[in-house]
């Protein structure tokens, strides 16, 4: 089966290619490097990707929709897993307007060639942030949750897309599956989230700066979500949105006292919410359960020993 990765030399798409190539599939992955985070650690990600087995790369921005088209004319892929997207917080309430671009029109142009080059399942990368801020009240989201009511233009621009990827369903008939990811961390992790930026401090022995210490997020292992995508890739079934996510919401107190046995000289200071951050993530997963069988199999204390024991190795 062709399938093909859109932000694959990403943290997620590094990770979903080494894991496919290894289940067999004709993979291709497409990429743009965008400057969000360095090449240099993208270019390492696809090195790793490779060392699992042979795929296809290509260098192309889906924002030049032109290019996509004829890039997809002949390609024959029946699958398309599109992670690419510019993440975070922060940098959206600073620059909303890229976001427009690179969450929504891009992935306007890949659902339209991926309507007309006949593709027969779309899975989309959504994230938690759909479901907007709890306003302290905490309990699990489940997918039917998400009203639009966000907190951020990176989690409005999400809600935006999923809506297209329903409109372009509805216009071509390919099945859809929307996945909402829920802090995903591990070796490779995004350099902008919460853990690879302590990781960082913590190795150059600098004091941690934490935003809100009592928010919580429901962290989750690089290796459950890829099982997850794997999962859906396996079970289309129409229009399915899931949450991926470990069903556990952790304060960032307990991720700094787990990070302890790590680096005993951990030294924290406390800083007021951020604009746009929530106060938790919290997925219920019972919907990916007991209809794609996920089942998490991660706790944050072996994740956490396994991306440190990366970050020790690359961070340095
Ligand atoms: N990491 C998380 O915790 C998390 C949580 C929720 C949702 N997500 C979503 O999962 C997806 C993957 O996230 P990630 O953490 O791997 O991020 P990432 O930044 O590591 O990967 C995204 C990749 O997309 C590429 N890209 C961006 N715009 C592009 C364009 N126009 N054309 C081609 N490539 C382009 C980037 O160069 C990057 O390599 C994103 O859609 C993100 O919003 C991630």
New binding site residues.
Partial sequence: MRILI?????????HLAKRLVKEGYDLTL?????S??SKQQ?LD?LAEAKKAGEFEFYE????DEIQLKEWLTGRSFQKVI??????GVPASIADPLQYI???IK?TVNLLRASGEAGISHVVF?????VYGDSGGKRRASKEGDADGNVASP?AAA?FGAESFCRAYRNLYGFDLTIL??????GPW??PD?AIPIFMNKLLRKEKLHLYNQNSARDY?YIDD?IEGIYLSLKNPAGEKTYNLGSGNPVTLETLTTVLRKHFPQLEKEYAPKRMGDVDATWADIEKATSELGYQPRFSLEEGLERTVHWGRTYLR
């Fill in positions: 859109t932000g694959g030399a990403g943290f997620i798409g590094s497409i990429d743009s490097f965008h969000y985070y993208k990600q192309i921005d889906l924002l599109h992670l690419a997207a510019i993440p671009d690179y969450d891009a990368a959504s994230s938690s942030s990176y999400k909402r990811f829920f802090t995903v961390y992790a995004r989230m989750t979500i």
